[in-house]
């Protein structure tokens, strides 16, 4: 072998895996956009082919032995494919760890759990579907412990999402956001709160709302032309290829914000993938390197842009034009607190910046004890409606709006939680480096994003995989991670909303 | 090998193959309906991946020697397996016939010819789909040869469609049609026009059209948990097995009548993939079996169904529930005419029935004449407004309007158009038969139609592939086909609207 002949089988080998991934994914997407109910069967069939074929090329001996030579042959290599065969090589490891009837198993369960959460969370059923998590929970469990037998299982889940990462670090993370959260949440719950009743007492119908979500996306610079939106159950993102990137969002005639803000913050994923190097397109550096980066790019659109009174002082007389019933003689003002009311809620997708990391934290330490083996899936509801109790003081009603609301569980993403937090707290620190360089307020206030859309490109989206999360972000931000400027941020914000 | 084997290498080879041909339907699917533009790109080098795995599945020698084997020991087989064997091998031979890497490339032709069709439509812009319509008919010319060497290529194409059609045939019953209906179109055009402005000067909402697709769908008994529906420039059905199917509509705001008839046309489509035998599922046998019988349904639902006296009883109070400002005052028999309203025009979706054959003869005649080397890709425009202007007496006046129209070039479906003509006729002479047993009318007007889907499950739908298309005919009618129960059926009704 040659190196160019090495090179030229892991091409060959990577672009069929992009292939099935991509088949794999537009069958998945379609079946929480278009299929009919029990399109579910067949579906799980096919994917599941397609899952053991590529198991079967990610594992075979031919690629094996084009990426070993590769790796061996390190110094006649470009540092990108150095870069991705270091990565290409760490994701096979995990794959190869796990046997083939099982990843595949696996495949076919998480479809079956799709359908199976969607029509639980309508029908309030948690019992329906506590032997599906706790199979998937129990999966990912095996998996973690066949990749790394001598690490607790729940550090390899959560390296698995954010490289590097275990539960002390974690731990010390929300340790870190408690200390001033928790204080900070107390003081704003003694003052008279915000007035948000003029958003809730009214009817923005659906096909308006629709338009609104296409000036969202315009105004945040999404190419439609590589990016529609769908509508799903849960908002999510997906990205075949820098090309063709989706995102989701849910409308509620009787709520315009919610759809708001998942657009925005779905379009801050689709922004990443988007906006990912050229050279990159078809590697598996392609798109973003983590999911905490990758929440920290739509929190920073959802948030840092997206809950700002510069970003409603753009956007409330659009939205005023487009509902000038619904919205007639809302000032800014009102506005702008209405949508950074701080409360105490059972929702996560709906909750404020400043409660949101304790929604994060009841599903992080629910995560961890189920690992660790001390609850079992039946102990969801009881453990879930605990939480919510200790750390934001609401009871739960039912599991629809407690331990069912998410989609992470059925989809598989068991450690995946964290990442929101964290990306909440990468995304207050970029924006603080951002601010030395970029007039933030005044180019969202000018309607012209592009002087923040091109700062996140350049520390951020265009790198895709080429870094680590952590060394891209200390890259981006010139230091190490330090969670302060989150909790600095969030005191200064709503210190000034609630007057405390 | 035994049998027993032979059959369990078979079967699993075919649920490899279905498998894949799911994975590429549903990127189609997701490319018409959600994908961006930009999308076509990736999604041809996926489906060009997966369609070469299709092609070496079903070439393979694995699958070619389990296959013959069968073949050859046809009595140890059920008269099912037996059957399959033979569509199998008879597909197969097809496919076999054409060299791998041109498969591989039409399936990525096919794929960016949508995309461009789409956009030369759109613009106008006959000349930027012109090389794509001219490699499409060139390639199923070749395939033709490839296939049957010593065959008219063009007789072979129509008998990909239609196993046994010729253009003898084929040239044959349009002669039978237009010796009556031209005739009696002059007769029609001769008479007082019928007045549909009332349809015309309207504005019919999309969403309140949306939820009139689902009112219509559940009239014609369509289960919702397995039939979804979506928007796409041209109006379609596909179908990924017996519980997944789709149809498509297009909406346009002022013409409710369209989408109507669109949604009753797919979803007589959908009916019949619905229905297809439970003990055929996952066979080559699964679903319609053939273009000409699919469309018997279809426009068996459109027209003996949602265009007779009856239905529109049914329907107009609850059109007029629906759209009351628009249809206020409209009577059963004002309705009845403006929706059959006979009248040569440019739009062959939107032609009324007696008109209808004519747009297919000048499709047909185009590509036989293509087919035989008569003419171009560029003569296209120039034969198509010439035929326009023959046939139906009408100046096209855009591309847009004339060749560009229709989906089924870009799709590569060369050879299909003849089947709604012939699917218009063969529904007529099951409608004829249907009446011998059932009461059609009496089943329509009391909003019950299931005596008329029991007598098409029991005489068409269920059987799927099991017989040839001419025979399943003659089973279900009892008779061999002829033309001129749709030309009686024509006479009688359009005689009686008109007054000739």
Known sequence: M?????????????????ALNHAMGALSYDGSTAAPVEAAEGRGKTLSYLSNCSYEIETSKELAEAADWLNAHKDELTPQDRREIEVFL?????????????????????????????????????????????????????????????????????GLF????????????????????????????????????????????????????????ELIRIDRNRCSIGETEHPFTTSFNKKDVRITTHYFDDNVISSMYSVIHEGGHALYELHSGDELEGTVLS???????????????????????????????????????????????????AVNKAEPSLIRTE??????????????????????????????????????????????????????????????AVGYFPSYALGSAYGA????????????????????????????????????????PVELLERAVGEAFDPKYFTDYLEEKFGAIYGC
């Open 2 to 18: 040659t190196t160019t002949e090495a090179l030229s089988t892991y091409r060959e080998k990577i672009s069929q895996l992009h």
């Open 90 to 158: 760490r994701q096979k490891e995990y794959t190869a760890s796990i046997p083939q009837e099982e990843y595949v198993a696996y495949t076919e369960l998480l479809n079956t759990a799709d359908a199976v959460w969607h029509q639980a969370k309508q029908d309030n059923d948690f019992p329906a579907f506590a032997p599906l998590v706790k199979e998937i929970f129990e999966t990912n469990r095996r998996f973690a412990r066949y990749y790394k037998p001598d690490q607790d299982p729940y550090d390899t889940q959560l």
């Open 162 to 217: 954010e490289r590097g990462l275990t539960q002390e670090k974690t731990d010390a993370f929300f340790e870190a956001l408690k200390a001033r959260i928790v204080p900070l949440l107390k003081k704003v719950m003694a003052k008279p709160q915000v007035d948000d009743s003029f958003l809730r007492d009214k009817t923005f119908p659906v096909e308006i709302q629709r338009k609104f979500s296409d000036l969202l996306m």
């Open 287 to 337: 798109g973003g390197v983590s999911t905490s980066i990758h929440e920290s790019q739509s929190r920073f659109m959802e948030n840092y842009v997206g809950r700002s009174r510069a970003f409603i002082e753009l956007i409330l007389p659009k939205m005023q034009a487009l509902f000038p019933e619904q919205l007639a003689g809302i000032t800014v003002e009102q506005m702008y607190r």
């Open 351 to 412: 909750a404020d910046e400043l409660t949101y990391a304790l929604h994060i934290l009841v599903r992080y330490e629910i995560e961890k004890e189920f690992f660790a083996g001390n609850i079992t899936a039946e102990d969801l509801p009881r453990v879930w409606n605990e939480k919510y109790r200790a750390y934001l003081g609401v009871e739960v009603p039912d599991d629809r709006r407690g331990v069912l609301q998410d989609s992470h569980w059925s989809g598989g």
């Open 429 to 468: 620190q970029m924006l603080a480096k951002m601010r030395q360089t970029v007039d933030v307020e005044a180019a969202i206030r000018s309607g012209d994003l592009s002087p923040i859309n091109d700062w996140l490109e350049d520390h951020v989206w265009r790198w895709g995989g080429l870094y680590d």
